[in-house]
């Protein structure tokens, strides 16, 4: 019912910046909470970022002062703005939304080079 389309992914040199999106077919008013989370091979899915429907934001401490994550309700598109890029933030970003159930995108893939 509900498909989440992610872009910007792609490699950074570290201290670089990219600014992740994440489109929903429907509209995001209708979502309670929207984020971003991110995996890497042999490791458990950590939470970086979410946004209420009332612009409560939460962010993973190792994200703290350097990634922002917003909404524009009328392109209902989630993003993630993320500067200050190091190594360890290597991983797939995948887009998560709370509507009637719970919907992931695909994921899209974060490189930080030294």
């Known amino acids: 019912q509900v498909q989440l389309v992610e872009f910007g992914g792609g490699l950074v040199q570290a201290g670089g910046s990219l600014r992740l999106s994440c489109y929903a077919t429907r509209t995001i008013l209708s979502s309670d909470v929207m984020g971003w989370y991110r995996q890497t091979p042999g490791k458990q899915r950590e939470l970086v970022a979410e946004?209420?429907?009332?612009?409560?934001?939460n962010y993973a401490d190792s994200v703290k002062g350097r990634f922002t994550i917003s909404r524009d309700d009328a392109k209902n598109t989630v993003y993630l703005q993320m500067n200050s890029l190091k190594p360890e933030d290597t991983a797939v970003y995948s887009c998560y939304g709370r509507f009637d159930r719970d919907y992931w995108g695909q994921g899209t893939q974060v490189t930080v080079s030294s």
């Open positions: 946004i209420t429907r009332i612009s409560t934001r």
